[in-house]
């Protein structure tokens, strides 16, 4: 079996031909800040190597990196928890669903799973993509959301909802509440703007 090291090499090659919305940063760099902190959270070798490849199953070509391969490579519980982190979405599927009917899916997932390791590697995710958010809205402003299959409302709607069910997780508190300042913070600036 390959370990974290190895993890995150699978993860710079399956995301090789993916950048950031926008900011252009290589993907794969979303998936090492997601590891980082889930190794903060715990000390499961497999929840640190699910979170470096959390994004692989659903948005990465079968072709390039499939989840036989993650199998052989990485085992059935390290390939198990990133299969309950993943959406229901697959890069070569012509037939997605809405941005709607995903995070539904997605919402209601999360609120029947009690695998901890799966919701710190999904609290983080959400951590470090908000993060992204915040940051980039300080360089650009209200062009951000032109990036995004949704508007403003809806994301804040989205990680609202994610954050209330999270808070009733039993999760570690300096990860729910890392989150909690995160969704405060997207929340002033939907409201300031549309106070306008």
Request: with cysteine; proline share 2%.
């Amino acid at each position: 079996m390959k370990n974290v090291k190895q993890a995150r090499e699978i993860a710079n090659y399956a995301h090789a031909l993916q950048t950031r919305k926008g900011s252009g940063e290589p993907y794969s760099n979303h998936c090492h800040a997601v590891a980082d902190i889930v190794a903060d959270y715990t000390d499961n070798k497999n929840a640190i190597i699910a979170a470096e490849l959390h994004d692989v199953l659903e948005d990465v070509p079968e072709s390039r990196y499939s989840e036989y391969q993650m199998l052989q490579d990485f085992g059935k519980e390290a390939t198990d928890l990133v299969k309950m982190v993943s959406e229901d979405k697959r890069a070569d599927d012509k037939t997605q669903k809405s941005w709607r009917e995903r995070k539904d899916l997605y919402i209601n997932h999360l609120l029947k799973s009690s695998n901890r390791d799966a919701l710190i590697i999904a609290t983080a995710d959400k951590i470090n993509n908000l993060q992204s958010m915040l940051d980039d809205y300080q360089q650009i402003g209200e062009q951000l959301w032109t990036r995004f299959n949704a508007p403003k409302e809806k994301q804040l709607w989205y990680y609202e909802t994610i954050l209330g069910i999270l808070n009733d997780k039993n999760l570690p508190d300096g990860l729910v509440c890392c989150l909690s300042e995160q969704v405060n913070q997207l929340q002033k600036i939907v409201e300031k703007h549309n106070s306008k």
